[in-house]
């Protein structure tokens, strides 16, 4: 068996056991491959074995791997901090955005998006824990943010996405809980369904507390080089 198979399946594996323990259907959870630093090969390998979701975190990076790789049906997800300057590239390039956390990048996003797409799918990232180190906009900005963003045009507002602190898994009991509490504001409740959360070492805890999308790097690709990386 190839290494990349090998680590999907155990990968997959882990995410079934979870769902089982939290007594939920393993197809309510998406697998989205964080692939940032790793070569157009190794991508190739995975969509070989059935994975089409890709999470990139740098922009300059992720925009050469989709040239590379248009040949594949390739859902790119942007999973990065999103700067006002990169929003164009974006819109254009990106199915998903899950770093959204402010209602001007989310404006730039809508106007960018080019008539002839499908409506771009974003999350907003919260900073559940109140991380000093961390992006996203306060639990507290959630409500009103939900309520504006959802009814801009060429945008699909899908869920929100965290990153707590390591340990912390009672964050993802909060996000659940925002979640659920800020859907009724939403312009558009029945695409509100997503709810990116959980990495290669919480996403037991994730799941058990709701996530639909968890983001795993390193146990499908293995250690990163960044060694190569170019600033973004």
């Known amino acids: ?37 790793h070569p157009c090969s190794s991508l190739r390998a995975m969509y070989s074995l059935g994975q089409q979701c890709f999470g990139e975190n740098y922009l300059q990076e992720a925009l050469e791997k989709i040239k590379q790789l248009q040949d ?65 906009c306060a639990p507290a900005d959630v409500a009103e943010l939900v309520a504006q963003i959802s009814q801009l045009p060429n945008l699909r507002l899908r869920g929100l996405m965290v990153i707590p602190a390591p340990n912390n898994s009672a964050a993802f009991v909060d996000a659940k809980a925002l979640f ?27 799941i058990a507390a709701g996530s639909t999308m968890v983001r795993v790097g390193t146990a499908l690709f293995g250690a990163r080089d960044y060694s190569d990386q170019q600033p973004q």
């Open 72 to 136: 594949l049906s390739i859902e790119w997800h942007f999973i990065g901090h999103v700067q006002r300057n990169k929003t164009k590239h974006l819109a254009e390039h990106f199915a998903w955005v899950h770093g959204v956390d402010r209602l001007i990048i989310a404006e730039r996003l809508s106007s960018q998006r080019l008539a002839s797409q499908a409506a771009l799918n974003i999350c907003l990232q919260v900073n559940i824990d109140a991380q000093d180190s961390k992006d996203g």
């Open 1 to 37: 068996m190839n290494q990349a198979l090998q680590s999907r399946q155990a990968v997959l594996g882990q995410i079934e056991r979870a769902c089982v323990h939290a007594q939920r259907e393993a197809t309510s959870v998406q697998l989205l491959a964080v692939s940032k630093t």
């Open 180 to 206: 659920e509490q800020v859907k009724s504001l939403h312009a558009q409740p029945q695409v509100w369904d997503t709810l990116s959360m959980g990495m290669s070492g919480d996403l037991d805890a994730a």
